[in-house]
């Protein structure tokens, strides 16, 4: 069997990801299938001894990809659905994640952890408001120099960032962090609209009425264009960040778009404004229902949200454009995702992140490139497996032992002959309560700290008010009623708790899966 460039480079990647199995779920009760679990993913047939030959002897013939990852801002697992082709059609043809997560919903730790491969009990990076937090913490304790930009710039790729980095980086008076060959960064959240253009500060401000505007995705599109056309003149495989500032607030639409974009999908799930919160911890309980006007001004805030996206798939689209133009394209792996998700009046909350229920957690992850197979699966992967995924696409040395997995055996059409199960059965959500902006100042956010076991149908979340959390997702996908446990069944997910509550490195592995 004669195998393609692209099919060897993934398959071997499978023969070098190694993983570690375990049976059962650890807790002792039989967890049916979630919403998002209950189709059948694609054959698993394991690749046959003979392949697995061909494979390495063709190793040294592998041509290194090129890889760029697209980070959005609070872009949901809904939001990219119902954006539908508009956003889509960049990773068309390959894999979407049905199950992605990230391990703490808030913007720098999950960027800290897909940088890193590591959970945030582990990084450190908790909250990015405070002095001395986010990107300050990041810096202090050294993981700049040590993190996914460091192992490919070692390992001869040209570097680049565009956009969005890390929340407590300033452009002005920041320096360029190692491991970036070409950087564009910018204030993280922007608000002055400010880039470090490889030590030269400039700012484009979002006035579309003052000379010389430019919409602020524009000209995150060109410098991803300049990047991608020097990086090809260079002759070396090249990585880019591109973080977008899209679907964050303040919610940008360009004039084109104004009159363009939506109506989207009515937004109503069942959890939206939640009539009965009495299951629900005391933080919820004191939630007040929503009132119409607020209601109203949610939907809207999402229509915008929505909206503001179409600016990024248009830029997308040249960014694809130009991988034709230079050749780069069927050797370039293209990965989109978000740093969390996003809550719009579910449960009564009004517009945010910082929780363990669904809407904050999951995210949009998609892929294509050399060898991957078009479709979804319905495997569990997180925004730790990130770094150690790009890392073995591109066949460099982490500098760190991360906490998460490379997801690369599962990109190729039946030849990982890895189930779901045997992937990843569970993780742990992790969400510290901190401070979060408002118009009068930073003030605590509602949520008390908690800590849950996320299972492939189930969520068990411990507060350190001493409050818990059950949901069998397989019948209450929406999170409408919390349950009470109690047992062995307890028992054992408070072993599974404390297990991954503290775990480091393959622990944390094995734990994810035994």
């Not at 404004?273 to 209601?295: A, F, G, I, M, Y």
């Not at 299972?455 to 818990?468: D, H, K, P, Q, S």
Request: with cysteine; hydrophobic share 30%; net charge negative.
């Amino acid at each position: 069997m004669l195998l393609t460039a692209p099919a060897v480079a993934v398959l071997l990647l499978w023969l070098l990801a190694g993983c570690t199995y375990g049976k059962g779920d650890g807790a002792g009760q039989q967890q049916g299938a979630s919403e998002d679990e209950s189709s059948s993913s694609r054959p698993t047939t394991p690749t046959p001894p003979a392949e697995r030959t061909t494979a390495r002897s063709s190793a040294a013939s592998v041509e290194r990809p090129n890889i760029i990852l697209v980070v959005a801002d609070d872009l949901t697992k809904r939001d990219y659905l119902d954006l539908g082709n508009d956003l889509g059609s960049y990773t068309s043809g390959g894999t979407f994640f049905r199950n992605a997560f990230v391990t703490t919903a808030l913007c720098c730790p999950s960027r800290a952890s897909m940088l890193t491969g590591l959970y945030a009990h582990n990084h450190g990076i908790t909250q990015h408001i405070d002095p001395g937090t986010g990107y300050e913490q990041y810096h202090a304790e050294g993981y700049d120099q040590n993190d996914l930009p460091v192992w490919l710039r070692d390992a001869g790729y040209e570097t680049g960032l565009v956009g969005n980095y890390m929340n407590r980086y300033d452009a002005q008076s920041d320096r360029i962090p190692a491991g970036w060959a070409a950087w564009y960064g910018a204030d993280t959240p922007t608000k002055s609209w400010t880039l470090n253009e490889n030590g030269s500060i400039k700012t484009y401000p979002q006035d579309p009425s003052a000379q010389g505007y430019e919409t602020w995705e524009d000209v995150m599109g060109d410098k991803a264009l300049k990047f991608v056309a020097d990086a090809h003149a260079s002759g070396r495989p090249f990585f880019l960040w591109y973080g977008t500032h899209a679907p964050h607030s303040p919610e940008l639409v360009p004039p084109q778009d104004e009159d363009t974009g939506g109506p989207w999908p009515e937004y109503d799930p069942p959890s939206f404004n939640e009539h009965d919160v009495s299951d629900k911890p005391r933080w919820v309980r004191d939630q007040p229902v929503l009132v119409p006007t607020q209601q109203q001004a949610l939907k809207a805030k999402r229509q915008e949200r929505l909206t503001s996206m179409l600016a990024v798939s248009r830029n997308l689209s040249r960014l694809k454009d130009e991988l034709r133009k230079t050749a780069e394209l069927s050797n370039t792996y293209l990965i989109l995702t978000s740093d969390n998700g996003y809550h719009l009046g579910e449960h009564r909350l009004g517009a945010g992140k910082m929780t363990a229920y669904e809407e904050d957690m999951r995210v949009p992850l998609a892929i294509s490139g050399p060898g991957v197979a078009r479709g979804s699966v319905r495997h569990m992967v997180l925004n730790t497996d990130l770094a150690p995924t790009i890392a073995d696409l591109a066949q460099a040395s982490p500098g760190l032992t991360p906490d998460g997995r490379s997801f690369a055996p599962l990109l190729a059409e039946g030849r990982s002959g890895i189930a779901p199960d045997r992937f990843r059965r569970r993780f742990m959500e992790e969400n510290w309560q901190g401070p979060i902006p408002t118009a009068t100042g930073p003030k605590p956010f509602p949520a008390p700290t908690d800590f849950a076991v996320r299972g492939l149908a189930f969520i068990y979340n411990r507060y350190v008010t001493g409050e818990t959390e059950y949901y069998d997702l397989s019948r209450d996908p929406y999170e409408l009623e919390s349950k009470q446990i109690s047992g062995t069944y307890k028992g054992n997910l408070d072993r599974l708790w404390r297990r991954l509550r503290n775990c480091q490195g393959a622990e944390c592995r094995r734990a994810e899966v035994g």
